[in-house]
Structure formats: structure tokens, C-alpha cells
């Protein structure tokens, strides 16, 4: 849903625009413009002119067909398939699709395409804080960064070259060979065989330093194959991050193994579940050691602003494997247990020791911060804390395990996604305790004091925010005791909830219908099932 009443629709290469109130079609166009839809069907044509021309090889023993060739790529999205998870953005004028390395911007009202000025082939496509980066171009050649903002739709460019690990490599050994002296003169005199001097800045950032030592760590790049540039609102982030010393340690992620429950040699019925639970310890006991490990390496993080004049590259040592954040002021880099904010000209304003390490972001949809107008909110594995934003004083904290989203409501109200866990299943994180069920939990927090104003347990495994509205949706598994051969009766939830009180006002509830999406707005509501798309609407209260 792009608004209230309005359905955007995106089936067989078409995004239509659907008025639920009026029951109609407002406007229907095509993802793929008639010259990308020319293209692949040329590039189809080849492939198959190829297979017919590649001589067939057979297996001697089997007869089977061992004939491999090289075709063309038709574009990348000529298959359905490429368009079943898009992102959608839409704002008062236009409606934009973006897919990994595919960009489409319509109009709003009539759904005519706009045109998009990038320069060359699109190679990657991300969307954050009200932009969307394009990286378009051929690779190790010209390349180019292209930021649009909205709602507007404003576009800048700047010239980029993402460095592949073959060109830090060999970049690594001409500063071997030749020392960094060498690089300072061709920064100097703007001459360089290999790299204009307007990018020599950002690699000097992820070029190893001159060692002895031969067996030096091979240097890495920021998530460099998905998404190389991070919108940050008023400049693009572009981190470095280098390999310095690779280090882990071990921790025990079970409990020792005590006396076993077969060992009495008289299991009752009701000792069913210990036996189940020994069973389940002692198989991933076997696969695991029962040992985490942890990442502590020392690496050196770079950060570089693009769209930004005469901002310096900032680099520092971190312990742990580094994560970063943008938020609306300030950018937050994580790492191990410690937590560092930026401004966006990179001076950093303060960091932090946390009691936890943070939770790797890509188990959950939202990061693990949230800035408001005076503070900033960091849940590690197992603690809330509200910061000072400017000096990063600690106003308060609060205990809880398992924070998957923070969010605040129109009154500044926080609203924290939870968990039941302890801090033990931090601690033993492998171990299997079929006793201590561990419930989603949905808590509102006074954000002056972190005092606990209402806390909801088992009532929804995440909460949506909208205006005045609160929801919580669960989905549940539950085996009937005389239908076990027939596996779990699935069960889902969205519930309405007073915020005030968080008292439950209704409660949708669907059994055996397997529903991949939901999203609300204000009282409209979608619920996406495998073969139906339902949107419901309720009257205000």
C-alpha cells in the first residue's frame, strides 16, 4: 500500500496502481522499456545461434551432454521471478521500483515513466534516508555514482571506481615495490597511470601499509558486492575496511553435560521432554563442541564522503567485525563492544563501551539505533541504553534480550520488540531448553526515565506503528496431539492495541493460511497470502 485506499500491484512485468475504494485500475505500465525488452530478446537470439555452433561433447562412459559455452547476459531480469521482492517508494508526485541492479521512476497520477538520466549500465541499486544510489558503468573502467533525493527526485554524479580485490592486490605491490613516497608524488603531481588522482583519496583509504612480514592479511572491502555506498542523508558513505590481524576466541555456548536421564535405566512417561532435550543438546553438542567463536580481529576502518567537499577521510583500528549506520545527524559504527557516532563530516563526537556486542544486522529488518531529537538509542544483545547524542552520557538502561526494533510513536513514546530470553541464552546460545520457552515480547518505555509503562508477552512477534495506531502481528505453530503425522496447525495474528493501555481492541486471526507480508496505514491494512492479496479497512475509533 502507497497510501490509504491505494494498491500498487506488481505482476508479470507490469506495476499497476489499483484504487481499492473504487475498485478499479487507475494506471498500468511496464517495468521494462520497449528497447531492455529488445535487447533481451536479442540476446536470446544469440545465445541460442551459439548453443547451435558449440560442438557437442559427450562422456565416453555415460553418453551424457558435457557441452558448456559462454552466452550472453540478456540484462539480468528478463525471468518473473526477478521481480518478486521489490522496493517500493513512493511520494506526493512519483512512484519508484528499485530492484538490485533495475530502477524505474512513474508518475504518481498517471503512471507514465519518467525518464532516469544514468549514465551507462546499472550495476547496483540501494534505497535509505530518502535517496537512492545507483551505481552504473563498466567495471575497472568508468564508472558512476548517481544519487537521487527525494521527494523530489534531484539528481547529482560523481565519478567512482569500486576497487576489486585483484586491483587492491596489485595496487598492493606497486607500494611494496615503489614505497608510499611514490603515491605522495603522483598525488602531488597529478599523474597516475592507473587512477585519476580524484580517486586516488578514497583508495589510499584500503591500501594495506608496507609490511616485512610476507604472510600479510588480504585486505577487505565493506559489503562491496550488495550495497558499496550507504546513503546517509546529506552525503554517501563509502567504508573501507582492512584486515589487520586476525584474531578469535572461544567461548562455551553450552552447559557441561551432566548425568544423563537414560542413566536411571527406568524413564517414565513423564520424563519424555528431559530425553527429547538431552537428545537435541548432545546431536548439537557433537556438531558444534558446544563452542562459539568469536570474532575479535583488529581491523582498520575507513570513511569516506562522497557528494561531500572537503570533508577528510576518517580511519581508526576497531576490535570486531565493524557495522555501520546512518541515522538522521549522526552515523553510528559498531564493532565488538564498543559503538562509535560520527557527524556526517566524519569528526567523531563520542564511543561508547557496551555491556554486549551488537547483533549482527542481517538477523533482523531494522537497525539496532534510533536517533530522536535529544538522544540516541542502542540495544545490544542484551540492553537497552539511552545516550546523550551530543555527549554520549548515559541517561539510562534497561535490561532486556533479544531487541529487534525500536521505534517511537507521534508523542515521542518508545515502543521496544522483545523477547522473554534471559541473559543466560546469551551466555550458553546453543544450549536447548524445551522448559524455558522463550516468548516475543512488546514493551512501551517512558524515554526520560526507561521506566516500563506497559508489557505485552506473547501477544505479537513485532509491533507497527502508524499515526495513532498500534498493531501487533504473531504468526504461531501449534501440533494437535491427535494430528501429529499431519505436522502444525500455522495460526496468524494482528491484533489492534490501545497504546495508552496496551489493551487489546480486536483481533484478526487466520489459520492455515500462509500469509508473506503484511503492512498497515492508519486503519487500511494489507495481508499478502501465497495466491490473494486482502486489504481490509477498519472505521477510526
Known amino acids: 500500500m502507497i497510501g490509504p485506499g491505494q494498491l500498487l500491484s506488481i505482476k508479470e512485468k507490469h506495476v499497476s496502481l489499483f484504487d481499492i475504494s473504487q475498485q478499479q485500475t487507475v494506471w498500468t505500465a511496464a517495468l521494462q522499456t520497449d528497447a531492455e525488452t529488445a535487447a533481451i530478446a536479442a540476446a536470446r537470439a544469440k545465445n541460442e545461434e551459439l548453443k547451435k555452433r558449440t ?78 544510489l545507483v551505481v552504473s558503468g563498466t567495471p575497472g573502467r568508468q564508472e558512476t555514482l548517481t544519487k537521487f533525493t527525494l521527494p523530489d527526485g534531484t539528481a547529482q554524479t560523481e565519478d567512482i571506481t569500486v576497487h576489486t580485490q585483484a586491483e587492491i592486490a596489485t595496487s598492493t605491490n606497486v607500494l611494496k615495490q ?42 577487505s572491502l565493506f559489503d562491496v558486492d550488495h550495497q558499496p555506498f550507504i546513503a546517509t542523508g546529506p552525503n554517501v558513505a563509502q567504508v573501507a575496511i582492512r584486515l589487520l590481524e586476525r584474531k578469535t576466541i572461544s567461548h562455551a555456548a553450552m552447559k ?21 532435550e538431552e537428545m537435541m543438546n548432545d546431536s548439537r553438542r557433537e556438531a558444534t563442541g558446544g563452542v562459539e567463536i568469536e570474532d575479535v580481529s583488529r581491523y582498520q576502518v575507513t570513511i569516506h564522503r562522497r557528494f561531500a ?82 555527549t554520549g552520557n548515559v541517561r539510562w538502561r534497561l535490561n532486556s534480550v533479544g531487541i529487534s526494533h525500536i521505534q517511537t510513536d507521534e508523542h515521542g513514546m518508545l515502543y521496544v ?60 505453530s501449534v501440533y494437535a496431539a491427535l494430528r501429529l503425522e499431519e505436522g502444525p496447525d500455522r495460526h496468524f495474528y494482528m491484533k489492534l492495541l490501545d497504546p495508552e493501555s496496551g489493551k487489546e481492541i480486536w483481533t484478526m486471526h487466520k489459520v492455515n493460511q500462509n500469509v508473506v507480508k503484511t503492512e498497515v496505514q492508519k486503519n487500511w491494512m494489507l495481508i499478502q497470502e501465497d495466491d490473494e492479496v486482502l486489504v481490509y479497512k477498519f472505521f477510526s475509533l
Open 309 to 390: 567537499d572537503n570533508v577528510p577521510d576518517w580511519t581508526g583500528e576497531m576490535s570486531g567485525p565493524p557495522q555501520f549506520f546512518p541515522l538522521k545527524t549522526v552515523d553510528v559504527v559498531t564493532a565488538g563492544q564498543m559503538i562509535y557516532v560520527f557527524d556526517k563530516s566524519n569528526k567523531k563526537l563520542w564511543e561508547a563501551k557496551t555491556t554486549f556486542s551488537a547483533a549482527t544486522h542481517a538477523l533482523y529488518d531494522f537497525p539496532p539505533c534510533l536517533e530522536t531529537k535529544d538522544a540516541l538509542y542502542f540495544a545490544d544483545l542484551g540492553i537497552l541504553t539511552r545516550y546523550d547524542i551530543t
Open 178 to 219: 615503489s614505497g608510499a613516497a611514490k603515491i605522495k608524488a603522483v598525488k602531488a603531481d597529478e599523474k597516475s597511470d592507473k587512477y585519476p588522482i580524484s580517486q586516488l583519496k578514497s583508495l589510499s583509504g584500503i591500501l594495506p601499509q608496507q609490511k616485512d612480514s610476507s604472510d600479510e592479511p588480504e585486505p
Open 256 to 276: 557441561a553435560k551432566g548425568k544423563s536421564v537414560l542413566d536411571s535405566g527406568n524413564v517414565t512417561a513423564s520424563q519424555s521432554m528431559e530425553v527429547a
Open 55 to 132: 560442438p557437442r561433447i559427450q562422456d565416453e562412459n555415460t553418453g551424457a551432454d558435457l557441452t558448456r559455452y559462454v552466452g550472453l547476459d540478456p540484462l539480468g531480469f528478463e525471468d518473473n521471478y526477478y521481480f518478486a521482492n521489490p522496493h517500493v517508494i513512493a511520494t506526493s508526485n512519483d512512484v519508484w521500483v528499485t530492484f538490485p541492479d533495475h530502477l524505474a521512476r512513474f508518475d504518481r497520477q498517471t503512471g507514465s515513466r519518467k525518464e532516469l538520466s544514468i549514465a551507462g549500465n546499472v550495476r547496483n541499486v540501494s534505497a535509505a534516508n530518502d535517496d537512492i
Open 417 to 476: 520488540d522483545s523477547t522473554t530470553a534471559g541473559p543466560e541464552s546469551i551466555q550458553y546460545s546453543q544450549q536447548i531448553n524445551l522448559h524455558d520457552k522463550i516468548n516475543p515480547l512488546i514493551l512501551k518505555l517512558d524515554p526520560e526515565t526507561g521506566k516500563v509503562l506497559w508489557r505485552l508477552e506473547s501477544v505479537g512477534d513485532h509491533s507497527l506503528l502508524t499515526g495513532k495506531f498500534l498493531y501487533a502481528v504473531r504468526n504461531k
